[in-house]
């Protein structure tokens, strides 16, 4: 009858301990993972600043290009294309003014 205590006893012990190892071993499993990611998370957080740094930057080059400073730098730029142009005896008369893929004839008749 003790022999059969005693088997009871270590088989409940095993009952118990293997779970708990198993538990044990699950929470070292989601300590590991919630520390990946967290250092995801903050290589991440790290990437977007830096998309944000590269949006606002375009944001500030955008809103420079739509001001009126440069719409006149653009138009004294036509100007002076249009003079340097016409220095070189390239005038088309204003029709075809520097698009790009605007067609020309050259001498031979083949358009380029």
């Known amino acids: 009858m003790v022999v059969y205590f005693a088997v009871c006893a270590g ?32 290589r991440l957080e790290e990437s977007a600043q830096t998309v944000r740094n590269i949006v606002g930057l ?18 004294a730029y036509g100007l002076v294309a249009s003079l340097v142009d016409r220095l070189r005896g390239e005038d088309d008369g204003g029709s075809q003014a520097r698009r790009p893929g605007a067609e020309r004839e050259t001498e031979g008749g083949r358009h380029v």
């Open 11 to 42: 088989l409940a012990t095993v009952a118990l301990a293997v779970p708990s190892a198993v538990a044990v071993w699950t929470l070292w499993e989601v300590r590991k993972a919630a520390i990946s990611f967290q250092r995801l998370s903050s």
């Open 58 to 75: 375009v944001d500030h080059f955008t809103g420079h290009v739509q001001s009126g400073w440069m719409r006149g730098a653009e138009m």
